[in-house]
């Protein structure tokens, strides 16, 4: 049977150092990931790319790196402590336990989906387990020492809004950004790294008044739905799902999610969403603190409207190399492309000694390679034949491949050959930079 | 009693947004603290530089981004299950838990620091505690699902030394890196955000010749302490310190501690440790894996050796904020100074309108402010009068203020003013990127 596309590209993704399972040594740990060289350089480039756009790049915009750790009562206001469950029934037969909406069957009488037996759901009603990964802090491990491994960075924001609003002077209508891990005890984990137990999200908490939220909630959509354009991503698979009032959460106004064309369906990327005043009027409530902005052109004082634009990078990365993969057959042989985008491409050049026994073309190689990586990511690359070189390279995704050889000796020009076309061009050497200037900045 | 440097420090990072309690509305959470704008700018510029310089900037560097959540057998290879414990003990008459090494008192009669009654060890002996943070991962809580929060990043490099080195066609030397949070159940955490439960490393395992271990031991020994310094902190605040033979760790052949003169005294930002095979040993002997290295050119196999230089960005941050703080004596009044490098300043620039009610002014200012934001963190800011903007702007290290005014519009100049000299300059607007380009680049 041949290979599906993602089969393809989670091997891919650990033989060219993309993504490993975490813990691979010890057998893994279930659904859980690393990031290899190259998939560390991609989630960097893609986490510059959206903090820039989102905070370097509006005036309208703070960012903010809260703690994982956070208050326990933090999960009390935002309605996690009591409502961040799924409903789980255990098999009586084999003591595993399933979430109850994943159990086959009809009505109350299921199936155990691991040892087949019988699961009536009179005799074990499910019952409900929060999602949130509990530890406990200080040395005695008792109710008390309870906390939380924040389930969303959202509340990061929530708290310190008035923290931040005073130290930095703001006005509505104004966001603050972050970038951060988040946990989540999922169940039922899958999809590579598309639904994982330990992932980072980048989330945006933007105040305004509550007669502009509508307004600025249709900007964000259209906002965040661009940002994904412009990264290169094939706009037939990204699409704009606005949720319906019957699965709007009880807190949420409106919801609009950007999802993307996985080869497992249709799939959330981001969702935007309109969260009235629901979260600062709740930490309000459980904390006794005044949360309102006063609105000095307006006299009076209000709770904001939030909009929250809330996107997964891990899920974000891995559409970005689902989209940007590529087979082409060149001279009777398949060709591998990684076709991303100049911004998240993790490296931008390689530059490749053709003779790598040959002392002058490694000096000059080197010297190319450490005074181009002032200005861009660039790697030094003598480990096979050029052919093999060239191939490995695509299969990253690197732009620009250089190759010394005898002839640069002479002529002090190198051979530029380009990803997506595999087009050859001699530049001499100290046009180099600039040459590569104009294509990648 | 005056303010000490610390309580100025403390009272800068909230007061201009650099660092906040975590959790503050709900009390906060010990010893846990969260980046605002300011901060989290820090972090950023300081890991940036970081990667730059051993990742990019690098042909013998990899870098990685690992789980925080790791097989349980991780543990057990590094030691951590057994060995990262405080010895504890109770008190019998308050119930309060301390630090056995921290009970004041002589011999076996120590005395509680809380109620003050009598703890005899005799009677109530110390207990060990491991410091690790625990959770439960999957829906059922008992000992099988048991993980733990990792207490440093350098595991989730060894247990992908392989898979790295494969994907990579590495050959020794050659070394990993990575930055990310760690988590270690402190008993008592403080100094501000010098000892906290959570807290982000920025670590690197460079695998080598065990024959080559001592001489890349001392350069790296070099090299982390040129980068500090790089960044501009006062050399008479820096020093190395080797550890004795007493105080090694049992698996370390050296070590050396990079420290910085805080106001609480001196303080360890990074550990430069010769591990030797310890580590890969371990994970080989627990996993079963073969985790050797196979020597071409020496035709032999085996474990390499590591030096390993582990930072904390907690710590550099907060060195660099104390480092760079100062006061002068201005017009007999108080100027507060964040004399921040460049690179690591939040703020490169701010555009100052000089008066904010004039639509042409601001028109100016912001369409200035829109063009330098494509190459610098800039900022627009109206929010007060000039002389208090620039103080504000001293404060959170911005290098250099551009006011527009009035006459801006006659003659298209601004008037730049220089952080640390405070002298001003008429620049014109059409030459100003490239002025600040040759100031900050």
Not at 11 to 39: H, N, Q, V
Not at 145 to 152: C, F, H, L
Not at 317 to 327: C, I, S
Not at 425 to 435: A, S, V
Request: charged share 30%; hydrophobic share 35%.
């Amino acid at each position: 049977m041949s290979e599906t596309t993602m089969e393809k590209i989670v091997s891919l993704c650990k033989r060219r150092g993309f993504i490993f399972p975490s813990s691979e040594i010890y057998g893994g740990l279930a659904s859980t990931w690393d990031y290899g060289p190259l998939g560390a350089e991609l989630k960097r480039n893609l986490k510059e790319s959206w903090w820039k756009s989102v905070v370097h790049q509006r005036e309208d915009m703070e960012g903010l790196d809260a703690a994982i750790l956070m208050h326990p009562h933090t999960w009390k206001a935002s309605g996690h402590l009591e409502g961040f469950t799924d409903a789980l029934v255990d098999c009586k037969n084999c003591k595993k336990r399933f979430r109850a909406d994943h159990l086959p069957g009809e009505g109350s009488k299921k199936k155990c989906p691991e040892c087949k037996s019988v699961i009536d759901l009179d005799e074990t009603p499910p019952r409900l387990f929060n999602l949130m990964l509990k530890t406990y802090l200080g040395p005695v491990e008792d109710e008390s020492a309870v906390t939380y491994m924040r389930p969303e960075t959202a509340q990061g924001i929530f708290v310190n809004f008035v923290n931040v609003l005073n130290s930095r002077h703001r006005k509505l209508p104004f966001g603050i950004a972050q970038i951060g891990k988040s946990f989540r005890n999922e169940i039922t984990p899958g999809n590579f790294t598309f639904r994982t137990r330990e992932f980072e999200q980048m989330e945006i908490e933007y105040f305004v008044k509550p007669e502009d939220a509508a307004s600025w909630y249709e900007r964000w959509v259209q906002e965040r739905f661009q940002w994904y354009e412009s990264l290169g991503i094939n706009k037939e698979k990204l699409r704009l799902r606005p949720h319906g009032s019957d699965e709007l959460a009880h807190y949420a106004k409106a919801c609009t999610d950007i999802e993307y064309l996985f080869p497992f369906g249709w799939s959330e990327l981001e969702g935007i969403a309109n969260r009235g005043d629901f979260d600062l009027k709740q930490h309000a409530q459980v904390s006794g603190k005044d949360l309102t902005y006063f609105d000095q052109a307006q006299n009076r004082r209000y709770l904001p409207y939030v909009i929250e634009p809330s996107g997964g990078v891990d899920r974000a990365a891995l559409a970005f190399l689902v989209d940007a993969y590529r087979e082409e057959e060149v001279n009777e042989a398949t060709r591998v492309v990684l076709g991303l985008n100049k911004e998240l491409a993790p490296f931008k050049v390689a530059v490749l000694p053709l003779l790598k026994k040959k002392p002058e073309i490694v000096e000059i190689a080197k010297k190319i390679c450490s005074g181009l990586q002032k200005k861009f990511v660039v790697k030094y690359d003598d480990t096979a034949a050029i052919g093999k070189l060239y191939r490995r390279q695509d299969e990253i995704g690197t732009l620009y491949c250089v190759t010394v050889d005898v002839q640069s000796l002479e002529d002090n020009k190198v051979t530029v050959r380009d990803r997506d076309t595999m087009q050859q061009e001699r530049i001499e050497i100290n046009l180099l930079e600039k040459y590569l200037t104009d294509k990648l900045v």
